[in-house]
């Protein structure tokens, strides 16, 4: 059980890491907002096998990256619409405007999402 | 040299076209709401992209349709301030400064961000938010300042002009501050511009019907000139309702069709008793809105005038009314 949680743990991280970054990608680009759902309803879809107790270490990551995208990423675009332009006109790098910026600003929502990157695989591992 | 030439297509009604060039000092963007002129920032920041044109900020392209040329807006040396509040909510006034004070050293950035801070007297009150976003875009020393509709009143416009000698481009509807700060307008409406030029000449002689109405010349009027006397000056111009005495108009004919507008602060009115005299038409009183400073008087065949309050506290017991249309105060196109 020990082994399989500090997998856990990692997934967890990974998934949140990977999520994060996923998001900030998506606000900065701004794709349609229909591909953007396409591809969360997609990646929402994989991730029930993960959920319902696979337990390789891809699948546990799976199960949490689109909850951490769903809890990101709208606060992401937010931040990105009322202030990232200003920043970027002052001239400030897009990691400058993500670090000094984006995140600081979003602490609630990246909080979430770690916590949903850890509870989708773990619902997987009790069941 | 610093130029725009924006086109770019929003709907299938709405397309922005639109040049001009922005000299050192305040270039004014006016225009109805929905103009275009936000957009017209945004695309000169590097938010948006247009479907084709040039900018140049400071001789440099940041943007070319052609050669695909589409500088990000970090690159652009174009600080925008935005209509909305844009301070960054998790730092004081004084950390907002010092992120767009980045790139000196500490000392010299502190420095700065006092100099700053002193010139434009910020400080955590609501009241000196605006201020704060133009002295921190100032701060990133652009070579463009973009600054939306966003509360901005003389004081801080001179105070910003003292600030920073390049080019701004302000977004205002606020006619009495282009008067009294732009050295150029750019009057736009529906993405096209009406008319552009030396502020002072564009504010006071629109070119056509639509740039009138957006100048405050509620009085327009078509009409056709009846006669042309170069010897006294004069011209004798037949309305709808009415005739009129104008200025001489060099480069007309008799029986030309043009358009005449005036101010309605420059129209005055007395009561019906007294000896009529040039433009002197009796009208009847149609409406009366009392404003703080004025009233506005609407009369019979959309002759509107503007007095001041103690003006029409003398007058409102009038039985008859006669509006004058002075003919110096009339523009012709």
Same mark, same amino acid.
């Given at each position: ?50 959920? +319902?107790? $696979?337990?390789? =270490? ?6 949490? *990256?689109?909850? /951490? #995208?769903?809890?990101? !990423? %709208? ?11 200003a920043a970027r006109s002052l001239g ?6 993500? +670090?000094? $910026?984006?995140? =600081? ?6 909080? *979430?999402?770690? /916590? #949903?990157?850890?509870? !989708? %695989? ?6 | ?44 920041a ?27 807006p970090?690159?652009r040396g174009a600080a925008h301030v ?18 767009a ?32 976003r133009i002295a921190r875009a100032i701060l990133s020393e652009p070579r463009l300042l973009l600054i ?16 920073f000698?390049g080019?701004i ?165």
């Amino acid at each position: 059980m020990a082994g399989e949680l500090r997998t856990l743990a990692l997934c967890a991280a990974a998934a949140l890491i990977l999520g994060v970054a996923i998001s900030w990608a998506v606000s900065v680009w701004r794709p349609r907002r229909g591909a953007f759902a396409l591809a969360l309803g997609v990646l929402l879809a994989a991730n029930a096998p993960a959920v +319902l107790g $696979l337990r390789a =270490p891809a699948l546990m990551i799976l199960a949490g *990256l689109p909850l /951490v #995208l769903l809890a990101t !990423a %709208p606060r992401f675009r937010e931040v990105n619409r009322e202030y990232a332009g200003a920043a970027r006109s002052l001239g400030a790098s897009e990691l400058r405007v993500f +670090l000094r $910026l984006i995140l =600081p600003l979003s602490w609630g929502p990246v909080l *979430l999402a770690g /916590v #949903l990157a850890v509870y !989708a %695989p773990l619902v997987g591992l009790l069941l | 040299m610093t130029h725009a030439r924006l086109v770019r297509k929003v709907s299938a009604q709405f397309t922005l076209q639109a040049e001009f060039a922005m000299p050192a000092g305040v270039t004014a963007l006016a225009g109805p709401a929905g103009a275009g002129k936000s957009l017209t920032l945004d695309l000169i920041a590097g938010f948006a992209r247009p479907d084709a044109g040039r900018v140049l900020i400071g001789d440099a392209i940041v943007f070319d349709g052609e050669t695909r040329v589409n500088l990000p807006p970090q690159r652009r040396g174009a600080a925008h301030v935005a209509a909305h509040d844009t301070l960054f909510p998790h730092m004081t006034v004084r950390e907002n400064l010092m992120f767009a004070a980045a790139r000196w050293a500490r000392l010299e950035r502190h420095k700065r961000v006092a100099g700053m801070i002193e010139q434009f007297e910020l400080d955590e009150a609501p009241a000196s938010r605006t201020a704060a976003r133009i002295a921190r875009a100032i701060l990133s020393e652009p070579r463009l300042l973009l600054i939306d509709e966003c509360g901005v009143d003389e004081p801080l416009l001179r105070r910003a002009m003292t600030a920073f000698p390049g080019p701004i481009l302000l977004v205002t509807a606020n006619l009495d501050l282009c008067h009294a700060c732009a050295a150029e307008v750019v009057l736009l409406e529906a993405g096209r511009i009406l008319q552009r030029g030396a502020a002072r000449e564009v504010l006071d002689a629109p070119q056509s019907p639509d740039a009138a109405r957006l100048l405050g010349f509620s009085n327009v009027f078509a009409a056709t000139i009846a006669a042309l006397d170069p010897g006294r000056d004069t011209s004798r111009l037949e309305c709808e309702n009415f005739a009129l005495t104008g200025p001489y108009l060099p480069g007309h004919f008799n029986g030309d069709r043009v358009q005449v507008a005036l101010r309605p602060a420059d129209v005055k009115v007395h009561s019906g008793e007294i000896a009529s005299g040039v433009n002197f038409l009796p009208l009847p009183l149609a409406a009366v809105s009392e404003r703080v400073n004025s009233a506005r008087l609407s009369f019979a065949h959309g002759v509107t005038a503007e007095i001041p309050r103690g003006e029409w506290e003398r007058q409102r017991d009038n039985k008859s009314w006669q509006v004058e249309l002075p003919p110096a105060a009339l523009r012709v196109f």
